[in-house]
């Protein structure tokens, strides 16, 4: 930003013509972005000589003549000259120096010229102007010499060259967010978002030419360039406003997956941690972390979530770490989120106190109050969207042959493109594992079916060994306390009921459980689904129930067992094998050794 001069008027007509030329940079596209990046100076201090311009110093400096009058479009002009030569990287050092920045001059009025910003001043333009790069005019100018009147002259003047160097004096040193400006890749940057203003202009659409953010340039990044984020990039709001991010509790960033928002602080980092932070960010909405919590603690298993998607952030060499907020441990490489909580529970009091992109003790995976938002709008869920999202990022990433991504992630990417398995179906599954399918032999002793088209004609029919029902029971600990729901009550009994019917399961072995355990002894499927009477509805004491059913002498010694409960309930141990069923979104009070199955 410009610098007012401590001894001028503000009703200067000189200043006044300056800043306004000022600001027709300012709101150029192009030009504004790098303007954001350097500091203009008309003070009594300029360098520049008492016939120039403007002198524009490599570390991000351009002095400009502190009385000179001019038109605001002449100072516009000479302004661009100068942001021209920094984005250009015209500061490289030449045997031929003069010869070098006169070429330099030449290449930067043809560019101008194309633009149409701004007037060149008179006294700068003497000719009509080669044409060719400036490496071209410095080989021909070191060839053939200078010439006499050159067809444009630096805005420096005639004597002086317009390219400064610091030279490492520190009263120029200009740095920002501790790093030297790339002024090349800034330039390029600049000229894509320039181009892609002019098409939207083009096309009728209402686009703001202001210069982008720092948050925004690297979304962006992701879009032009790294197609395994660039559709959730697409999808999502940066909230960059520090009364937002201070109402939020937001030190670095944090994302709201329902209401797609990603709050950002970009003025603590710089491009490099940026593009980290963002896509941790999108990261952790893409693998679905808010779904996947399943009555975990919040605040823990975003910690996990954070290792895991660190680990993989530092493999892929996606940006760089921030200064803080990161949580990172080698030792976790390979471990998915869920084996990571697992881990963590085990020292709580470490991990209560540790810092992530939010803030000490506070999650950067938002849970939104806007639980509706997606309803009211005609589309896909939102679940099956960011998956699609992201599955087909991962698509384009590999076809466009865009680099190697950790093993990892791509398992999981790929494990949440497929539908979600229902839950009765996994709990199918589990138990298909330990009661096989029944050995048949055909019989004559009672008649088939198929008998009644033609009952003169005797045909045998499939049936059971008679050995291979013995034994084929499971059994089933119901907790019947006054905190379990009576419609995950109907849903499980008519689950197991099912299941028990289609497998040929005999009898079901059930017990109740809330305060002390009420033996059902074997029921049929048929009286699990319609004819069991509820009985008890106290306390939550879960092992008698467990106990009764291994210590029963007539309940087979591989018989599993399956805990309905809403985890409300003791610690349990359970010596055999076993599995449990609860609602979706609470959790146990112990890690589970069987596997768990939620109901939706």
Request: proline share 7%.
């Amino acid at each position: 930003m410009a610098r007012r001069d401590k001894g001028g008027e503000s009703a200067d007509p000189a200043r006044q013509a300056f800043e306004k030329g000022l600001a027709l940079v300012k709101t150029h596209p192009l030009y504004g972005t790098l303007l954001r990046h350097v500091e203009v100076n008309r003070g009594r201090n300029s360098l520049c000589p008492p016939e120039g311009w403007a002198v524009v110093v490599d570390v991000g400096y351009i002095d400009v003549h502190p009385s000179r009058r001019a038109m605001p479009e002449e100072w516009a002009r000479v302004i661009a000259h100068c942001l021209l030569h920094l984005g250009f990287g015209h500061f490289r050092e030449r045997p031929h120096a003069r010869e070098w920045n006169l070429a330099c001059c030449i290449a930067v009025e043809q560019f101008l010229e194309i633009q149409k910003l701004g007037r060149l001043p008179v006294d700068l333009a003497t000719g009509v102007l080669p044409q060719g790069g400036e490496v071209k005019l410095y080989q021909s100018f070191c060839q053939t010499g200078l010439p006499d009147l050159p067809p444009v002259l630096p805005v420096s003047g005639p004597h002086v060259g317009d390219l400064w160097w610091a030279r490492g004096r520190t009263t120029m040193g200009l740095r920002f967010g501790g790093r030297q400006v790339d002024w090349p890749t800034l330039f390029g940057e600049a000229l894509a978002h320039a181009v892609s203003v002019a098409v939207s202009q083009a096309g009728g659409a209402p686009v703001s030419t202001a210069p982008r953010s720092l948050a925004e340039r690297c979304r962006r990044w992701f879009i032009d360039h790294y197609p395994l984020l660039g559709s959730l990039a697409v999808a999502f709001e940066l909230v960059d406003d520090p009364i937002a991010l201070a109402r939020m509790q937001v030190s670095i960033a944090a994302v709201d997956p329902e209401a797609k928002e990603i709050y950002i602080d970009s003025r603590r980092l710089d491009e490099a941690s940026c593009r980290f932070v963002l896509a941790h960010e999108m990261l952790h909405v893409g693998l679905r972390h808010s779904a996947r919590r399943q009555g975990r603690d919040p605040y823990l298993w975003n910690v996990a979530c954070d290792y895991v998607i660190n680990g993989w952030l530092v493999e892929m060499g996606l940006g760089e770490f921030p200064s803080f907020g990161v949580l990172y441990d080698s030792d976790l490489k390979g471990l998915s989120a869920e084996a990571v909580y697992d881990r963590i529970v085990t020292d709580l009091r470490r991990f209560r106190k540790v810092e992530t992109l939010r803030g000490f003790g506070l999650g950067d995976l938002l849970d939104s109050v806007h639980r509706d938002w997606w309803t009211s709008t005609a589309g896909t869920d939102l679940d099956a969207f960011y998956r699609r999202c992201l599955a087909q990022g991962l698509a384009y990433h590999e076809e466009a042959g865009r680099g190697l991504l950790p093993s990892g992630l791509i398992e999981e990417i790929r494990a949440l493109a497929q539908p979600p398995i229902p839950w009765d179906v996994e709990l199918a599954r589990w138990f298909d594992g330990w009661l096989a399918p029944l050995d048949l032999r055909r019989t004559y002793a009672r008649p088939s079916r198929r008998q009644q088209s033609t009952p003169d004609t005797p045909r045998p029919r499939w049936t059971p060994v008679e050995t291979a029902l013995d034994g084929r029971t499971f059994g089933v600990v119901l907790d019947t306390s006054g905190s379990m729901d009576r419609t995950l009550l109907a849903r499980a009994l008519g689950a197991v009921a099912s299941y028990a019917t289609s497998r040929d399961v005999p009898a079901v072995r059930v017990v109740f459980c809330d305060a002390a355990p009420y033996d059902q002894g074997y029921l049929c499927p048929e009286e699990i689904a319609g004819k069991v009477r509820v009985r008890g509805r106290g306390g939550t004491i879960l092992q008698s129930g467990i106990d009764l059913l291994q210590g029963a002498p007539d309940f087979p010694a591989n018989g599993p067992i399956l805990v309905i409960t809403d985890g409300r309930c003791d610690r349990l141990q359970v010596k055999r094998e076993h599995a449990f069923l609860v609602p979706r979104g609470h959790s146990l009070p112990f890690v589970p050794k069987g596997p768990v199955f939620r109901v939706s």
